[in-house]
């Protein structure tokens, strides 16, 4: 298969730009690298610059993808979309402008994490007490980092988190212990331990495309040097186009089913 790259700069916030073009190419090598696909074209946006409305690098990387295809129905050509997130005090690519003949063209959106998250934070204010899933919305980033937060009282010690993930149709349609007997993919997060009042990085939740659901099964040992396990999942917290709600940024862990 062949692939056209379409990357997204702000030059007039050079620090930020150039660290995002570096994690866009970055991004779109390992993709091209993974599926052996063959770079025939590159096109970066200039955002912000006199002539940049209507994103008209994107247009000519449509165009140019469009014409690289074997027929009109052929899906031999990708468009690959770096990152849709904002570069700097700029805003993210959420509606791309329309191409004729773009309906019939492969699109894969690699949505390259421009700001990294922080890998452990505060106890936000607000939560009581218990064990948490807390969503940072990062809107602009189009992303949401998910931690673990430990609002008791006691540390946690040798913490295992593995994640499970269906599809939002499965479910849905399913309920009880139907609805998790079969994941599509599970990995694990471990930790030595989690203080009280500390947040660890467990996921990331992408929002460009929602339609998968995470379970997290959380297993620990406490001060009393029993093993506890519990599960939370992530249902409320993966809407499209997600934005901060300060009432919806809390999943409390309960027992294990």
């Given at each position: ?18 660290l995002?073009?570096?994690t866009?190419q ?6 091209v ?48 979309v ?82 499970g ?47 998968e ?33 300060p ?11």
């Amino acid at each position: 298969m062949k692939a056209v790259a379409y990357y997204r700069t702000r030059p007039s916030e050079p620090g930020a730009s150039d660290l995002a073009l570096l994690t866009q190419q970055a991004a779109v090598r390992a993709v091209v690298e993974r599926h052996g696909y063959t770079l025939v074209a590159e096109f970066i946006e200039r955002e912000g610059e006199e002539g940049s409305g209507g994103s008209p690098a994107y247009v000519d990387a449509v165009r140019t993808a469009i014409s690289q295809k074997e027929d009109t129905t052929a899906l031999d050509v990708t468009l690959l979309v770096a990152s849709n997130a904002g570069i700097g005090s700029g805003e993210p690519f959420r509606t791309a402008p329309h191409v004729k003949g773009d309906n019939g063209l492969l699109h894969q959106h690699l949505n390259a994490t421009l700001l990294p998250p922080e890998p452990e934070i505060d106890l936000p204010s607000g939560v009581p007490g218990g064990l948490y899933l807390y969503a940072d919305f990062r809107p602009r980033q189009l992303d949401t980092p998910l931690y673990l937060c430990n609002a008791g009282t006691e540390v946690l010690a040798e913490v295992e988190v593995t994640i499970g993930t269906i599809s939002l149709f499965q479910f849905h349609r399913l309920q009880g212990p139907e609805r998790w007997a079969t994941v599509q993919e599970s990995y694990g997060k471990q930790f030595e331990a989690v203080p009280p009042g500390r947040c660890v990085l467990i996921n990331t939740l992408d929002h460009v495309i929602a339609d998968e659901v995470n379970r997290y099964c959380l297993s620990f040992t406490g001060a009393e040097g029993r093993r506890t396990t519990m599960e939370a999942h992530d249902r409320t917290l993966t809407a499209s186009w997600l934005e901060e709600d300060p009432a919806n940024v809390w999943v409390r862990f309960g027992d294990a089913k």
